[in-house]
């Protein structure tokens, strides 16, 4: 069993940063893809940005420049950093793991999730 613990989220402005950070624990990551979902008030979860077991990348067009997901193995860690915020990002982030190296959009794909940490972006 894997248990996924998000952290980082908060209130920026336009414009601005954020890391989100994923820790995991009772497995290793190095096996799993990783992904960060997000749901906005309203509206169904949607994909962000997935990372492969060998760390190959894919990302949602909306934040493709903007955000970048990577993976820290030996503090079985995921990260989402987020530049060039907008409003339109305001949404609660998801960490989600899948038990294969393979990575995925899907969310129907992924085994394990997080509670989700807030984002949210002023104009």
């Known amino acids: 069993q894997v248990q996924l613990v998000e952290s980082g989220g908060g209130l920026v402005q336009a414009g601005g940063s954020l890391r989100l950070s994923c820790a995991a624990s009772g497995r290793t990551l190095s096996r799993y893809a990783m992904g960060w979902f997000r749901q906005a008030p309203g509206k169904e979860r949607e994909f962000v940005a997935t990372?492969?077991?060998?760390?190959?990348?894919y990302y949602t067009n909306s934040v493709k420049g903007r955000f970048t997901i990577s993976r820290d193995n030996a503090k079985n860690t995921v990260y989402l950093q987020m530049n060039s915020l907008k409003p339109e990002d305001t949404a609660v982030y998801y960490c989600?793991?899948?038990?294969?190296?393979?990575?995925?959009?899907?969310?129907?794909?992924?085994?394990?999730w997080g509670q989700g940490t807030q984002v949210t972006v002023s104009s």
């Open positions: 990372i492969s077991g060998s760390g190959n990348t």
């Open positions: 989600a793991g899948r038990s294969s190296v393979g990575y995925s959009s899907s969310s129907n794909d992924y085994n394990y």
